[in-house]
């Protein structure tokens, strides 16, 4: 257990579609940050938050949207749905930031049908 | 934008023997962390060894450890006595001083062969 969890661990749901990823990070750990990773692929930066602010976007699509809460909880946004959004979802979490790697959640594993 | 490139999409090895993954990065900055993350087949992402830019030594974890060459821009990971558990994807990572985000490489697939 890396101490990040992540909910639901599988997710199934139809095009067009509206779902949201849950994230809770490492006890005292400031920073959430969302990773999206396709089959096979590699990981692609989505967003980041630190202490419930935005403070890094990535290729995240208009579609897509993520928070922060006080709890430094953190909830993927995802509507609109489309085939290609099928990947696994990461989250992980810093203290403040990358310098000493992050920590992974375990993965939202979303298919799209 | 930092980009990180990993050549080799799959690698092989016998048990025991020792293996070498590549990685380059390319970047204008002077101060920034490298790293190595192992995914194995539970899609968990661990991290391996972390290397910062402004030590010229390697870093070294037990049976794993990195050849930093900055200038060349290249951060490759050794893993000596290959172990069954080593199998998995491997992923260089890029991260500038105080950056609030890791740049990741399309990771090689490591088989161990018994």
């Not at chain 1, 310098?99 to 993965?107: A, C, V």
């Not at chain 2, 290249?74 to 985000?101: H, N, P, R, T, V």
Request: glycine share 8%; aromatic share 12%.
């Amino acid at each position: 257990d890396s101490g990040v969890t992540q909910t639901p661990k599988h997710l199934i749901t139809a095009t067009g579609q509206r779902v949201t990823l849950r994230c809770s990070p490492r006890s005292g750990d400031l920073s959430v940050y969302w990773y999206q990773q396709s089959l096979d692929q590699g990981l692609q930066f989505l967003i980041q938050y630190y202490n419930g602010e935005e403070r890094a976007k990535g290729n995240i699509l208009e579609r897509f949207s993520a928070q922060q809460f006080p709890d430094l909880h953190s909830e993927l946004n995802l509507s609109s749905l489309e085939l290609g959004d099928s990947a696994l979802y990461f989250c992980a979490s810093s203290v403040v930031n990358g310098n000493y790697g992050y920590t992974f959640g375990s993965g939202t594993r979303l298919t799209v049908v | 934008a930092q980009t990180v490139t990993q050549s080799q999409p799959e690698m092989s090895v016998q048990e025991a023997e020792t293996v070498t993954l590549s990685c380059t990065y390319d970047t204008s900055e002077s101060d920034y962390y490298l790293f190595w993350y192992k995914q194995p087949p539970s899609r968990q992402m661990i991290l391996v060894i972390r290397q910062e830019a402004y030590k010229q030594q390697n870093a070294t974890e037990n049976r794993f450890s990195v050849n930093f060459q900055k200038a060349a821009k290249s951060f490759s990971l050794k893993i000596s006595d290959s172990q069954l558990g080593d199998a998995a994807m491997y992923f260089c990572a890029y991260g500038e001083e105080g950056a609030q985000k890791l740049v990741f490489g399309q990771g090689t697939r490591l088989t161990i062969n018994p």
